[in-house]
């Protein structure tokens, strides 16, 4: 009998062993040569191992207006879309009825469109002669278009909030269905008026589906550069931007990998906090 | 306390509740019994605020209710699931209540403790609902109800997640706590020995109608309708011919015995109707053996198809002209076996004699009856 067990584990044991090395090689591969750049001396200057591509990020108070704007816009971000997340998972868990498939599928496929072209549009709308500032030109709302609205940090997370949308509501949504209908019947019978029952119930029950979508989220915004490199401008220039030109346009891969290295630690530290919400008094034995 | 006007519940095109009228008085257990479908749950949530009623008027306290959102109502609601918040402890769970009403904090400490006290769990009140016992969370799910002294209790199925001891049990707890706390209570159960046990009066629903309204005693002992009588205590019911109707009747089983018995509303002399013969109320003879405790007594020739034992009493089928009769007797009378020739014996007197049943059921309730679904057709009418 253990020698069954034996042979089972040997042969699971084979059967994992080449994807788990070819996972590692590939991922902890490129973090640690990333790792390593941060703190490799310029090779103009000569070899050695230094810190003074940190120092210069911590420092530098062009880095860290940038780190703080881009701290500032994936947190808007993440909040304006925990505001339009709630009510709709809220809707498509409760009260969208028959066409709760429907408008799930709606909500999956809409991120199926490719990113570049749904940001194009995006400018398409935005922009000074776009939809939205020619109708509020023609409906004499506004004089002259709203500059604001492309290449800024607002177009930054107007365009974030459309695409991340979808990986925000699903599992806030996933969360909300699990809720035993009768717990807000409960809550309504007892007196509590609407947004107690949202405040006192739901919310408090929803909320490991709260923190997962924080974390599919809230940490991948933080590291983005497609967006703010294509609406943003100079208003919505964020790490992600400056890590790519240091690299690919400068190659000063220290600077570069030394930036990502700090996105890296708050991420995990985001990461840990998330994780700890989730499991407060409660709420983690909910799910 | 409870009043209810010709309430009709449509949903698309299903008629759940239909002009259904009666009231609940001051302190009354009431019970609302009926199998599932017959609308007694969509009633109650009527009063409770989460159905509003196609139409008809709902008046709660003398105030009209009919349209009153759950939350502002003088009534609270037990949940068949319980619906314990399973983020809040015991004493969270039972203070939300009293909290929404912005009463003083030492108030609603003192409406916990007195809840609880009520239902004997004050030392668990730290604990989660998740590591209570069924019947713990049954009386946390009461606690929480009660701590906001509602005018009326409403509770559906409360029991029915239990287990049968514990339901036996609760049953009698239920009873004093509402004879403690004074208050009515409506019971919705598809349970007849639930609602027979507890209620002061119960209502016997049947597709979205009251059947029959009336004590225990007077709907077990006088059922308004055929299908009263089968879904109460499983009656056997007998074709037989009127040839005397009232309280003195005669009626003629077959071409068989007559019978003294008592007529209920709606049949004349030479009409067709159903004896109801309770399966307690009868006794088995062996057919050559015609001395003894029964003679003298009617009685109908069969054969044993079924014996049971039950425990306390054994439960025979017997097969007669053209109808099976259950027989329920104390188990530890003589025993008879299966395909042994026997005589269903009946006392004389107290046996009661239905309209037959023309399979419209709901309306078939006796034409000279009012009609039962206002409410106001009662056992003692019949009595």
């Known amino acids: ?96 009825g028959r066409a709760e498939i429907p408008l799930l599928l709606a909500l999956v496929l809409s991120e199926e469109l490719n990113p570049i072209v749904k940001i194009y549009a995006w400018r398409m709308l935005l922009g000074r002669t776009g939809l939205i500032n020619s109708a509020l030109t023609s409906l004499g709302l506004i004089s002259r278009p709203l500059e604001f609205l492309l290449f800024s940090s607002v177009s930054v997370v107007i365009v974030f909030v459309a695409s991340w949308i979808t990986y925000t509501t699903i599992p806030i949504y996933a969360s909300l269905k699990a809720i035993d209908p009768s717990l807000i019947e409960a809550a309504e019978d007892l007196g509590a008026g609407v947004l107690v029952r949202f405040w006192k119930v739901v919310i408090p029950l929803a909320a490991p589906g709260i923190f997962v979508s924080m974390l599919l989220v809230y940490i991948p915004l933080l590291s983005e550069f497609a967006t703010p490199a294509l609406v943003g401008g100079t208003g919505g220039y964020m790490v992600g931007n400056v890590v790519q030109e240091q690299i690919l346009e400068l190659g000063n891969w220290g600077v570069g990998s030394a930036l990502s290295t700090v996105l890296l630690i708050v991420s995990a530290l985001l990461a840990l906090v998330a994780y700890r919400l989730s499991r407060l008094r409660g709420l983690g034995a909910v799910a | 306390m409870v009043h209810l006007d010709s309430v009709t519940k449509v949903f698309g095109d299903v008629i759940a509740v239909d002009d259904v009228s009666f009231a609940v008085e001051a302190g009354e257990f009431f019970s609302l019994l009926g199998p599932s479908g017959c609308g007694k749950t969509t009633m109650l949530r009527m009063l409770a605020g989460f159905e509003v009623p196609t139409r008809g008027r709902i008046l709660l306290d003398g105030r009209d209710a009919t349209t ?63 590591e209570l016992s069924g019947g713990q969370q049954q009386r946390v ?142 006794w088995l003879e062996p057919e050559d053996q015609r001395s003894g405790p029964g003679e003298g007594h009617p009685g109908i020739e ?18 007669t002209v053209g109808v099976q009769l259950n027989v329920s007797v104390p188990a530890r009378t003589e025993r008879v076996g299966v395909g042994e020739r026997v005589r269903v014996c009946w006392p004389e007197g107290d046996l009661y004699v239905l309209p037959e049943d023309d399979g419209r059921v709901p309306d078939a309730l006796g034409s000279g009856a009012r009609p039962a679904h206002t409410g106001e057709h009662t056992g003692e009418e019949v009595g």
């Open chain 2, 141 to 282: 799910a009461l606690a929480r109800a009660l701590a906001n002294y509602p005018a009326v209790l409403l509770l559906d199925e409360p029991l029915g997640a239990l287990d049968l001891k514990l339901r036996e049990e609760m049953q009698l707890e239920l009873k004093r706590i509402q004879r403690e706390v004074g208050i009515s209570f409506v019971y919705v159960t598809h349970d007849q020995g639930e609602a027979l046990t507890m209620s002061d009066r119960l209502a016997i629903m049947d597709r979205g109608r009251i059947a029959q309204l009336g004590s225990p005693e007077q709907v077990y002992r006088r059922p308004a309708t055929v299908s009263v009588a089968r879904f109460l205590g499983s009656a056997n019911l007998l074709p037989c011919e009127v040839e005397e109707v009232g309280e003195r009747a005669v009626v003629r089983i077959g071409c068989g015995p007559r019978v003294a018995a008592v007529t209920g509303p709606g049949l004349n002399r030479h009409d067709r109707g159903q004896l109801v013969l309770r399966p307690e109320q009868l």
């Open chain 1, 1 to 96: 009998m253990s020698g069954t067990a034996a042979r089972t584990t040997a042969t699971v044991v084979a059967l994992l062993s080449s994807p788990v090395a070819l996972l590692t090689l590939l991922f902890v591969g490129p973090v640690l040569a990333i790792l390593v750049q941060g703190v490799l001396r310029d090779p103009s200057v000569g070899p050695g191992i230094t810190f003074d591509h940190y120092a210069e990020v911590l420092r530098d108070p062009l880095y860290v207006r940038i780190l703080g704007r881009t701290a500032f816009i994936a947190t808007v971000t993440m909040a304006v879309m925990l505001a339009l997340a709630l009510p709709l998972g809220f809707f498509l868990a409760f009260r969208a």
């Open chain 2, 68 to 130: 009153m959102p759950p939350n502002r109502r003088p009534t609270n609601l037990v949940f068949q699931s319980y619906a314990l918040f399973p983020h809040m402890t015991v004493e969270e769970n039972v203070a939300f209540g009293p909290r929404r009403r912005r009463l003083p904090a030492a108030e609603v400490g003192r409406r916990v403790t007195e809840s609880l006290r009520t239902v004997q769990l004050e030392a668990y009140a730290r604990r989660y609902p998740r």
């Open chain 2, 302 to 319: 069969g054969r044993v198809a079924e014996v049971v034992f039950q425990g306390a009493v054994v439960r025979y089928t017997v097969e």
